[in-house]
DNA sequence: AGTAGCCTGTGGTCAGACCACAGGAGGATG
DNA sequence: CATCCTCCTGTGGTCTGACCACAGGCTACT
């Protein structure tokens, strides 16, 4: 008998929820068997199903509850940016990813966001306008600004109506959350950069809805490296 | 007593784990305490730490081995592909991304990379051309071609030197494989698109080399969305 | 009819017990 | 002295059983 299981009882847990998920047995909203069914369903332990579980749940996919109902146990979620968020910034952590590269990546997918907005007549920048009017608002800290910003450039990516991309810039913006604090610290006058960035968001979305996509690609990059240089995050060589 | 664990013991072993990685104290190639002592280290049941080492090997970030010696154990090894492979796909599978979006920013991710390589001079394609090289060979079966063409795009997303792009290349590709199988199921003429698939390829690297950004980006761009139209994947609209 | 309390099922956690495995330590053997 | 073999130790992998806190439904009492 050549144990058809293999070995690792977890991942046949992961592999017959991926399963579920894939021939559409069980989708968005759906609630999957307690614990102590799935345990004696696979024939494995309890402690098993709950490692596959627990390994679902960090990357976004499913939500645990406690208690009875049908709110409790464990729903399936599929909220990506959780997951991609956690993964880039581990990997930032354990330096599996260079800082240098994230940056890069950021500033390819945003090209690429504002070229698609831009060229969508459909485009709805209503919510951009919100956020931007917030950060008009005197007076904000440089992490109250920083989340502002994190806000504003993760809804324009949504915006673009690529859910791929928005979890991507969510996870990348993350991952050098820290970074970026720190680096704002090294700012001597907080103020003038904080009224440049303003500007510079203005002439994004300005350039945005004016329909110029060449302009807000060129406007997104000089936005993004300019800041992350003058933060000391990545080198000027660009 | 406010219980400063709050909840979630695995979680602690988590952010424990990702705090020594941030300051240095883990890296790369180091091996993580045995189970059994970061579970008295922690004060937390022994399940609770395993139920972290899994997140954390699932997402690419340890490896672990059973037995004894300075290979068993949990050891860092910061592999991202991995992970955002399990990502991705788990997502696509739970209809977290539609399947056009995850085309979509392939295109973008592809797109970049093309540019990237052929205003690089420094870019190395030995590689590159070797997988061209195979294949062309002659008799190869739909899923050994589409297994090559995946290395191929892989190889090139490695040359552009970003990781990121390159771990997200290879997640996005794993996480529409299956589909791709299958609309290689639904292309009459297989032969007829090999050899299409074949000539564009040798057209990007040529491009890619020659230094013509501008051409490679069209010519990659027109690479996969004809391909992932004929086969069915995607609507022609764009 | 309303309400208070119990009862059940859920995830969360821990403790302990095995197992298989890999490698080192130490003795037996040539 | 060198070599081989065996046992021992520590590792992850797994299972079992036992609690706990919690949320919600159910029931019995008022």
């Given at each position: 008998?050549?144990?058809?299981t293999?070995?690792?009882?977890w991942?046949?847990v992961?592999?017959?929820?991926?399963?579920d998920?894939?021939?559409?047995?069980?989708?968005?909203g759906?609630?999957l068997?307690?614990?102590?069914?799935?345990s004696a369903?696979?024939?494995?332990g309890?402690s098993?199903?709950?490692?596959?579980?627990?390994v679902?749940e960090?990357?976004g996919?499913?939500?645990?509850?406690?208690?009875?109902?049908?709110?409790?146990?464990?729903?399936v979620?599929?909220?990506?940016?959780?997951?991609?968020?956690?993964l880039?910034?581990?990997?930032?952590?354990?330096?599996?990813?260079?800082?240098?590269?994230?940056?890069?990546?950021?500033?390819?997918l945003e090209?690429?966001?504002?070229?698609?907005l831009?060229s969508?007549?459909q485009?709805?920048?209503?919510?951009?306008?919100?956020?931007?009017?917030a950060?008009?608002?005197?007076g904000?800290t440089?992490p109250e600004?920083l989340?502002?910003d994190?806000?504003?450039?993760?809804?324009?990516?949504e915006a673009?109506?690529?859910?791929?991309?928005?979890?991507?810039?969510?996870?990348?913006?993350?991952?050098?959350?820290?970074?970026?604090?720190?680096?704002?610290?090294?700012?001597e006058?907080?103020?003038?950069?904080a009224?440049?960035?303003?500007?510079?968001?203005?002439?994004?979305?300005?350039?945005?809805?004016?329909?110029r996509?060449?302009?807000?690609?060129?406007?997104?990059?000089?936005?993004?490296?300019?800041?992350?240089?003058?933060?000391g995050?990545?080198?000027?060589?660009?």
């Open positions: 008998m050549p144990e058809v293999a070995a690792r009882a991942r046949t992961l592999e017959s929820i991926e399963r998920l894939v021939e559409g047995r069980l989708g968005p759906d609630r068997p307690s614990e102590r069914d799935l369903d696979l024939g494995v309890r098993s199903v709950r490692e596959a579980l627990r679902l960090v990357m996919l499913i939500r645990t509850a406690t208690g009875s109902g049908p709110q409790a146990g464990a729903i979620i599929a909220a990506p940016s959780g997951g991609m968020s956690t880039l910034r581990l990997q930032v952590a354990a330096q599996g990813f260079p800082l240098a590269d994230v940056v890069q990546t950021r500033l390819v090209d690429a966001v504002a070229a698609r831009a969508d007549p485009r709805d920048l209503s919510g951009i306008r919100g956020i931007l009017t950060m008009d608002a005197e904000l440089a600004f989340a502002l994190a806000e504003l450039h993760y809804a324009l990516a673009s109506g690529n859910t791929v991309i928005a979890a991507m810039m969510a996870g990348l913006r993350t991952a050098i959350e820290s970074y970026v604090r720190e680096g704002s610290a090294r700012i006058d907080w103020e003038a950069m009224s440049r960035l303003r500007a510079e968001h203005h002439g994004i979305v300005d350039a945005i809805e004016a329909g996509a060449d302009t807000s690609r060129a406007l997104v990059r000089d936005h993004i490296t300019g800041y992350y240089t003058a933060a995050l990545v080198p000027g060589d660009h």
